[in-house]
């Protein structure tokens, strides 16, 4: 059972940086995959970053591409949201996937977790 612990979420004016944080209680190959995903108020889950830790390769949303950006520590088992340019819409709780999909799937922008391990969600709140 792999148990996802997210962190950093807080309540920023707009224009303000965030970084959300998730450790993963499991090894590199378990977690090889792992994304942020957010659901704003009234909205759907929607993927935000994903990353394919072995290879680097990244996925990042267009409607948050250039404020956004994903990494990860894998010999810590941490990736990381770096949130910048904060906006209101950006607004929700924040939520860490990790599973061993392939590469191919997990950057290209269709991943959407359902078999995945979740973590808890961090909330992110930007005041105008």
């Known amino acids: 059972q792999v148990q996802l612990r997210e962190s950093g979420g807080d309540s920023v004016e707009t224009g303000g940086s965030l970084r959300l944080s998730c450790v993963a209680s499991a090894s590199v190959y378990d977690t090889s995959c792992m994304g942020w995903f957010r659901q704003r108020p009234g909205k759907e889950r929607e993927a935000v970053a994903t990353i394919y830790s072995g290879i680097g390769r990244t996925y990042v949303a267009d409607s948050v591409k250039g404020r956004f950006s994903v990494f990860a520590d894998i010999h810590k088992n941490t990736v990381y949201l770096q949130m910048n340019n904060l906006q209101p819409e950006d607004t929700a709780m924040y939520y860490c996937?990790?599973?061993?999909?392939?590469?191919?799937?997990?950057?290209?922008?269709?991943?959407?977790?359902?078999?995945?391990?979740w973590g808890q969600g961090t909330q992110v709140t930007v005041s105008s």
């Open positions: 996937a990790a599973d061993s999909t392939a590469a191919s799937y997990c950057t290209g922008g269709a991943w959407t977790a359902d078999r995945a391990y």
